[in-house]
């Protein structure tokens, strides 16, 4: 069955967190061409130089920031339809017992935190119209089955701060499903494969645009699309 996309965002706003480099400008850049007013969340919002966005300074660990950028949404577009929930921290790569509690809050803070503070305080705009979407820029890392293409899942060695938050945000998705679907709104959590990020390895097969492809496909869908899943290259894949 195909799924039901928009073809065209136009008249549609967008906000996307860590929207200054890498996946983040990628889906930013992407949700532009596609006609959407895009707010581009940023730690610093001088960081975001695309003239055609609009720069937003939001501080995912800030609670103060979220609801400031929340608001001038509301006040400047009066609706938001699209949430992507891209902004994200990687520890080190150390074993549990050699992991700070600094790290591990830190990555709890960004990753998990974060988009629960920020989709808390959008949720009145994105249920306020028909079809909010929310994308959760997870990990395979998250995963609890097969992960694949070289992912280990939330069982693999190393990050472990790192596996358990985006675990943690698949079940963030899935509970956003859970609560809200029956008033309309789409959420769902996307692995974007391993990109050529500050995050990632400079060996990554992806690049930047390819790993924000699903993201923005998922961004597209209408009130009609699919739900509560996780995605991989526009196939669901198991949690």
Not at 124 to 148: H, I, K, W
Not at 150 to 161: F, Q
Not at 194 to 200: I, L, Q
Request: hydrophobic share 40%.
């Amino acid at each position: 069955m195909e799924t039901p996309l928009y073809e065209s965002l136009d008249g549609q706003v967008a906000l996307v967190t860590g929207a200054t480099r890498g996946i983040g400008a990628a889906v930013a850049a992407g949700l532009v061409d596609l006609g959407a007013t895009v707010y581009a969340g940023a730690r610093n919002a001088d960081d975001v130089t695309a003239v055609d966005q609009r720069p937003i300074r939001l501080d995912v660990t800030e609670d103060a920031t979220v609801e400031a950028a929340v608001d001038r949404v509301d006040d400047e577009a009066g609706r938001l339809d699209v949430l992507v929930n891209n902004a994200g921290v990687a520890p080190p790569n150390v074993p549990l017992h050699e992991t700070t509690t600094a790290d591990i809050d830190a990555t709890l803070s960004v990753n998990l935190r974060g988009p629960m503070v920020v989709t808390r305080a959008a949720l009145p705009l994105l249920l306020d119209g028909v079809g909010g979407r929310v994308v959760n820029v997870s990990s395979g890392d998250g995963a609890f089955e097969d992960p694949q293409e070289g992912y280990h899942g939330v069982a693999g060695p190393g990050y472990p701060s790192y596996r358990v938050s985006k675990a943690g945000l698949n079940g963030f998705t899935r509970y956003l499903d859970g609560e809200y679907a029956s008033d309309g709104l789409v959420a769902n959590a996307v692995c974007p494969g391993a990109v050529r990020t500050d995050m990632g390895s400079d060996d990554a097969p992806r690049t930047p645009a390819e790993g924000a492809a699903t993201p923005l496909w998922l961004a597209r869908f209408t009130p009609e699309g699919p739900s509560g899943s996780f995605w991989r290259d526009r196939e669901r894949i198991p949690w």
